[in-house]
């Protein structure tokens, strides 16, 4: 693991002001990563009860395959094409 001293004790310090549910902490490197792992976690939690996720209209979430399908802008416009090499 690749954790600071200080990040563990501020995870423990701010899981302990959560409710039971809520009690854990996850670090991740960037936004995408962020709104990825709340996607996930929102879905298996909801899921089948709830089937919509709601979402800025033209807002940027993200550039993982989730967020991309959340958002308003679609980076990939039509099916991927194979590799041409010369």
């Known amino acids: ?3 600071h001293e200080n990040i563990v004790i501020y995870a423990q310090k701010l899981t302990n002001l959560l409710p039971s549910p809520l009690n854990y902490a996850t670090f991740v490197n960037s936004g995408s990563e962020a709104n990825e792992f709340a ?6 939690y ?9 979402a800025f209209e033209h807002g940027y ?14 980076l990939i416009d039509q099916p991927s094409k194979p590799l041409q090499v010369p």
């Open 46 to 54: 909801h899921t089948p009860k709830r089937k919509h996720i709601i």
């Open 39 to 44: 996607l996930r976690v929102s879905t298996s």
């Open 61 to 74: 979430h993200g550039n993982t395959s989730s967020c991309i399908n959340v958002s308003h802008y679609k």
């Open 1 to 3: 693991r690749y954790l």
